[in-house]
């Protein structure tokens, strides 16, 4: 993970995400959502920036409305991996 905003910008979702309170269901696919971004600051070589991008979108549709600064954290997560051609 070469850039310093994503780097941020990851570190920010996870902020918000644990400020996010919800029910166990959005919890577990924000838990998810947390343990991948982990594993991108554990193994930046790795494989996981396209489906964390997916799945960064998936949770833009599901939290934006009812958390939008969890939204607004990760709709630019997705903004810094689209900027690396992610």
């Given at each position: ?15 918000e ?19 991948q971004i ?49």
């Amino acid at each position: 993970m070469p850039n310093s905003d994503l780097n941020d910008s990851l570190k920010r979702v996870q902020e918000e995400i644990g400020k996010t309170k919800t029910d166990a269901e959005r919890q577990g696919m924000l838990d998810q959502l947390n343990a991948q971004i982990q594993q991108m600051f554990d193994e930046p070589e790795g494989e996981h920036h396209h489906t964390l991008r997916e799945r960064l979108d998936e949770a833009i549709v599901q939290f934006k409305v009812e958390h939008p600064q969890l939204g607004q954290a990760m709709e630019i997560a997705v903004n810094s991996l689209s900027n690396l051609g992610i």
